[in-house]
T-cell receptor
Framework: NAGVMQNPRHLVRRRGQEARLRCSPM?????VYWYRQLPEEGLKFMVYLQKENIIDESGMPKERFSAEFPKEGPSILRIQQVVRGDSAAYFC?????????????FGPGTRLTVL | QKEVEQDPGPLSVPEGAIVSLNCTYS??????FMWYRQYSRKGPELLMY????GNKEDGRFTAQVDKSSKYISLFIRDSQPSDSATYLC?????????????FGQGTILTVHP
């Protein structure tokens, strides 16, 4: 059973370009979470999605960032007009269902570098 | 004030030592407490979680929660070089904030032979 898959693993963009990060949850998981890890900092929650729905986007910057989890296909985190401050590791996690506690399984991350 | 505070270390110990990792938190609404381990260039993996105050053991690992002091700890007995990693505490409030884990900064641990 494959784990959470993220691609690309490394992404280099120039300032002003768009970055698209993909996340395929574990088989049978319908809940996806995105986190960002800046250098020397812990992981920061960005957004929580279920299929075709955004459940909690309280950690998402108001501008340039968007996320989706369509009925078919992977979840996408999209960053428009990237700036140097967007350089970070972006981790996706998934869980099977909503419960009192549900372990979030993390992918290997996408490391975004903005030149 | 950060919601979760964790000493980033780094922490360096000899093989076989007992390691103590700690976090404090400010929001009394937090209900679920977790420890994740993250190896370099990898995603975090869940080590332990607990819901209530008290101790929980799993092999060489013991998680401790004191809700009255808003303090959580992870103890590693007989530490091994393979335990060298970054350890992150994570807390969840449940309810409407169900999906949101709030992480500490992470403590970098090195166990040398």
């Amino acid at each position: 059973n494959a784990g959470v898959m993220q691609n690309p693993r490394h992404l280099v963009r120039r300032r002003g370009q768009e970055a698209r990060l993909r996340c395929s949850p574990m088989k049978g998981h319908s809940h996806v979470y995105w986190y960002r890890q800046l250098p020397e900092e812990g992981l920061k929650f960005m957004v929580y999605l279920q299929k075709e729905n955004i459940i909690d986007e309280s950690g998402m910057p108001k501008e340039r960032f968007s996320a989706e989890f369509p009925k078919e296909g992977p979840s996408i985190l999209r960053i428009q007009q990237v700036v140097r401050g967007d350089s970070a590791a972006y981790f996706c996690a998934s869980s099977p269902q909503r419960a009192a506690f549900d372990e979030q399984f993390f992918g290997p991350g996408t490391r975004l570098t903005v030149l | 004030q950060k919601e979760v505070e964790q000493d980033p270390g780094p922490l360096s110990v000899p093989e076989g030592a007992i390691v103590s990792l700690n976090c404090t938190y400010s929001n009394s609404a937090f209900q679920y407490f977790m420890w994740y381990r993250q190896y370099s260039r990898k995603g975090p993996e869940l080590l332990m979680y607990t819901y209530s105050s008290g101790n929980k053991e799993d092999g060489r690992f013991t998680a401790q929660v004191d809700k009255s002091s808003k303090y959580i700890s992870l103890f590693i007995r007989d530490s091994q070089p393979s335990d060298s990693a970054t350890y992150l505490c994570a807390i969840n409030a449940g309810g409407t904030s169900y999906g949101k884990l709030t992480f500490g900064q992470g403590t970098i641990l090195t166990v040398h032979p």
